[in-house]
T-cell receptor, first 112, second 115 residues
Framework: DVVMTQSPLSLPVTLGQPASISCRSS???????????LDWFQQRPGQSPRRLIY???NRDSGVPDRFSGSGSGTDFTLKISRVEAEDVGVYYC?????????FGQGTKVEIK | EVQLVESGGGLVQPGGSLRLSCAAS????????MSWVRQAPGKGLEWVSS??????????ADSVKGRFTISRDNSKNTLYLQMNSLRAEDTAVYYC????????FGQGTLVTVSS
């Protein structure tokens, strides 16, 4: 099974400053169809998860452009260009290339 | 607007059964794969099971294989999860999610397995 490893697991950030979360997979996430199924989710305190980014770098509708995704193969990154108070929560990466689906452990973003 | 509303959670004893439902609206349900994702208290997200939208293919996490059964009724726009032989470690909030890559989640329903 594919294992997803995120770092850091805790990320204190200053409002208005950038933040970056790394996600690594135990094997390449390039699917036979040529796509790379790596997604990012945000879970604010007390809320359901919400998808932010799909297939590495595509923002979902309504997601602010301060969120961006990048990477390839086994190494991926979620960046927040300028952290706002509403960005507090836990962020998860997930691979959708193989069965079983696998999430990373989660990265808790908090304001310093 | 896509809406997913889970129901059926509750307190059940170890070894017991429970059936969760997810009522979908705002999209053509039959065309979409649907999934269940759970979150144990204070823990991360765990994929549980998925059901194809266009075929009858189903997929299960090893942790629930043989105990849980996913099904759907496209005439009722509803996804189900039949959970048998429940264990304490199945205690979690269960979310239904749309598509293979979870582009929408419901609000979740809490399942507590305890004596």
């Amino acid at each position: 099974d594919v294992v997803m490893t995120q770092s850091p697991l805790s990320l204190p950030v200053t409002l208005g400053q950038p933040a970056s979360i790394s996600c690594r997979s135990s094997q390449s996430l390039v699917h036979n169809d040529g796509n790379t199924y790596l997604d990012w989710f945000q879970q604010r305190p007390g809320q359901s998860p919400r998808r932010l980014i799909y297939k590495v770098s595509n923002r979902d509708s309504g997601v602010p452009d301060r969120f961006s995704g990048s990477g390839s193969g086994t190494d991926f990154t979620l960046k927040i260009s300028r952290v706002e108070a509403e960005d507090v929560g836990v962020y998860y990466c997930m691979q959708g290339t193989y069965w079983p689906r696998a999430f990373g452990q989660g990265t808790k973003v908090e304001i310093k | 607007e896509v809406q997913l509303v889970e129901s059926g959670g509750g307190l059940v004893q170890p070894g017991g059964s429970l059936r969760l439902s997810c009522a979908a609206s705002g999209f053509t349900f039959s065309k979409y794969a649907m999934s269940w994702v759970r979150q144990a208290p204070g823990k991360g997200l765990e994929w549980v099971s998925s059901f194809s939208g266009t075929t009858s293919n189903t997929y299960y996490a090893d942790s629930v294989k043989g105990r849980f059964t996913i099904s759907r009724d496209n005439s009722k726009n509803t996804l189900y999860l039949q959970m048998n032989s429940l264990r304490a470690e199945d205690t979690a909030v269960y979310y239904c999610a749309r598509e293979w890559q979870f582009d929408a989640f419901g609000q979740g329903t809490l399942v507590t397995v305890s004596s």
